[in-house]
């Protein structure tokens, strides 16, 4: 469910930063009338050739396609297949406009090959594309590391390496690219810690699920400012940290199925207020639900579903005036108001089964019950001790700050 609304986000995302380039710098409009071009087989090149004709940045983009297509050992769809000699703009998948800082001169802006099930690495001479701003390579079978040139590529705004087949660290890399608004790293076999400063960047959408990032989540997400933060199935381990209301003015999607999560949820995760989407599922979450979740009134999925979660489910939950579906089903919960059994006559969908509550249908057996509940996790009590202590400095080389209340800002 969590994943159907994300995808649909990241269009919106996508969609939304191309609308702002077109208004912002026209940098499309030749783009657009490229692809005006291809779809209507038209006769008439002659505009697009004059601009396009060789210039020192095409020359280098000519040198950096042409290094690539070296490495590349599978292209199933024959989209490389026409990129042969100097006319770079007519390479299917290339897409050039005029430069922003040479407005008289045609550069490549984008590269588009989704869906191209293209085998091959990225090569160094990539960072040759500095006037890049996107780069859309889902779907193929690139491997390997990125290139650490790709650091040449300052106004890249758009990195879109989704299913593919890169592996090792995360890619420091993308840490150095000052224009960087959306990045989507998921369904890769990056490995290892998260770095810190990922979410300091002034990304506005990170996706980097379906990889095997392990470690803490770092608790610089507490600063984030990106709308959309979406981690789900990877093994991260330890606390969503307290604090996560200082993201309240940007998150609205925040996917965390599957991460390994331990811990309460923090308390302050109720003061997100744009928030539309929360998805914690299939987790090791502990306590009760904070009675401040009765304050994200924008959300409309709200999935805590597969952990072990104790306590009432609070009537403020079940009110919240956008919930199109909470899940509240895996858990053991012991005590519900009537106001959300509710929720499904007001057409919403709710799930309470495999629960502790005794007047409901298809809940857990009573021994399971009673063993869980003789030991409730008090959040108050409670403080997250895998979290972000010392095995994330170790691991993360970084010094984490210690996230107690005195140093909340
Ligand atoms: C790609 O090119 C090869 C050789 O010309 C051809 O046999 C194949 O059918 C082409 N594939 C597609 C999908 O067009
Ligand atoms: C970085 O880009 C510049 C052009 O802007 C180019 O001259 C240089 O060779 C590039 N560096 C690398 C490592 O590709
Ligand atoms: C989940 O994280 C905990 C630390 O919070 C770790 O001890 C455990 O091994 C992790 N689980 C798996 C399946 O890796
Ligand atoms: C709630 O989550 C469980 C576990 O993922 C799933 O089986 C069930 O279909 C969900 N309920 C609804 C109403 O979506
Ligand atoms: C549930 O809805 C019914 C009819 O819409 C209403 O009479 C009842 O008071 C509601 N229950 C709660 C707890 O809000």
Same mark, same amino acid.
């Given at each position: 469910?969590?994943?159907?609304?994300? %995808?649909?986000?990241?269009?919106t995302?996508?969609?939304?930063?191309l609308?702002? !380039?077109l208004?912002?710098? +026209?940098l499309?409009s030749?783009v657009f009338a490229?692809s005006?071009?291809?779809?209507a087989?038209?006769?008439?090149?002659?505009?697009?050739?004059?601009l396009?004709?060789?210039n020192?940045?095409?020359?280098?983009?000519?040198?950096?396609?042409?290094?690539?297509?070296?490495?590349?050992?599978?292209d199933?769809?024959n989209f490389?297949?026409?990129?042969?000699g100097?006319?770079?703009?007519?390479?299917?998948?290339?897409?050039?406009?005029?430069?922003?800082?040479k =407005?008289?001169?045609q550069?490549v802006?984008?590269?588009?090959?989704?869906h191209?099930?293209?085998?091959?690495?990225?090569p #160094?001479?990539?960072?040759l594309?500095s006037? !890049?701003?996107?780069?859309?390579?889902? %779907?193929?079978?690139?491997?390997?590391?990125? =290139?650490?040139?790709l650091?040449?590529?300052t106004?890249?705004? *758009?990195?879109d390496?989704? #299913?593919?087949?890169? /592996?090792?660290?995360?890619?420091?890399v993308?840490?150095?690219?000052?224009?960087?608004i959306?990045?989507?790293?998921?369904?890769?076999?990056?490995?290892?810690? !998260?770095?810190?400063?990922?979410?300091?960047l002034?990304? &506005?959408?990170?996706?980097v699920?379906?990889?095997?990032?392990?470690?803490?989540?770092?608790?610089?997400?507490?600063?984030?400012?990106?709308?959309?933060v979406?981690?789900?199935?990877?093994?991260?381990?330890?606390c969503?940290?307290?604090?996560?209301?200082?993201?309240? &003015?940007?998150l609205?999607?925040?996917?965390?199925?599957?991460?390994?999560l331990?811990? +309460?949820? =923090?308390?302050?995760?109720?003061l997100?207020?744009?928030?539309?989407?929360?998805?914690?599922?299939?987790?090791?979450l /502990?306590?009760?639900?904070p009675?401040?979740i009765?304050?994200?009134?924008? /959300? *409309?999925?709200?999935n805590?579903?597969?952990?072990?979660?104790t306590g009432?489910?609070?009537?403020?939950? +079940?009110?919240? =005036?956008?919930?199109?579906?909470? #899940?509240?089903?895996?858990?053991?919960?012991?005590e *519900?108001e009537?106001?959300c059994?509710?929720?499904?006559?007001?057409?919403?969908?709710?799930d309470d089964?495999?629960?502790?509550?005794?007047?409901?249908?298809l809940?857990?057996?009573?021994? *399971?019950?009673d063993?869980?509940?003789?030991h409730?996790?008090?959040?108050?009590?409670?403080?997250?001790?895998?979290?972000?202590?010392?095995?994330?400095?170790?691991?993360?080389?970084?010094?984490?700050?210690?996230?107690?209340?005195?140093?909340?800002s």
């Open positions: 469910m969590a994943f159907s609304s994300t %995808s649909t986000s990241t269009t995302t996508t969609t939304f930063f609308l702002l !380039l208004h912002s710098s +026209c499309f030749l490229k005006r071009h291809t779809t087989h038209s006769h008439s090149h002659s505009h697009s050739h004059s396009s004709h060789s020192p940045r095409l020359h280098k983009a000519y040198l950096a396609l042409q290094a690539w297509k070296q490495v590349i050992y599978s199933p769809k490389t297949t026409n990129w042969i100097p006319s770079v703009c007519d390479y299917t998948g290339i897409y050039c406009a005029t430069s922003l800082d =407005p008289h001169i550069v802006a984008g590269i588009d090959l989704n191209g099930n293209i085998a091959g690495f990225l #160094n001479e990539l960072g594309l006037d !890049l701003a996107l780069i859309h390579l889902n %779907s193929n079978r690139f491997c390997g590391v990125l =290139p650490d040139t650091s040449n590529l106004l890249l705004y *758009e990195l390496l989704s #299913n593919n087949r890169f /592996v090792g660290k995360f890619p420091t993308i840490l150095s690219l000052p224009s960087l959306y990045l989507d790293l998921r369904f890769n076999e990056f490995e290892g810690p !998260l770095p810190p400063q990922l979410f300091n002034g990304l &506005d959408a990170i996706f699920n379906n990889n095997r990032l392990y470690s803490v989540i770092p608790p610089t997400i507490t600063s984030v400012t990106a709308s959309v979406v981690f789900a199935n990877n093994n991260f381990g330890g969503l940290p307290e604090g996560i209301s200082k993201s309240a &003015d940007h609205e999607e925040l996917v965390l199925i599957n991460t390994n331990s811990g +309460c949820l =923090p308390w302050d995760i109720g997100l207020y744009k928030i539309k989407v929360l998805d914690v599922s299939f987790n090791n /502990v306590g009760s639900i009675y401040s009765a304050g994200l009134v924008h /959300v *409309e999925q709200l805590l579903a597969h952990n072990k979660m009432a489910i609070p009537a403020g939950v +079940c009110a919240l =005036p956008n919930l199109q579906n909470f #899940n509240a089903s895996y858990n053991f919960f012991c *519900e009537g106001l059994l509710n929720l499904t006559s007001k057409g919403a969908s709710f089964r495999r629960n502790c509550l005794p007047e409901r249908p809940q857990r057996r009573s021994k *399971e019950c063993a869980a509940l003789k409730p996790v008090d959040c108050f009590e409670y403080h997250c001790e895998t979290g972000y202590g010392a095995s994330a400095q170790n691991m993360v080389g970084v010094s984490a700050p210690a996230p107690s209340p005195s140093t909340r």
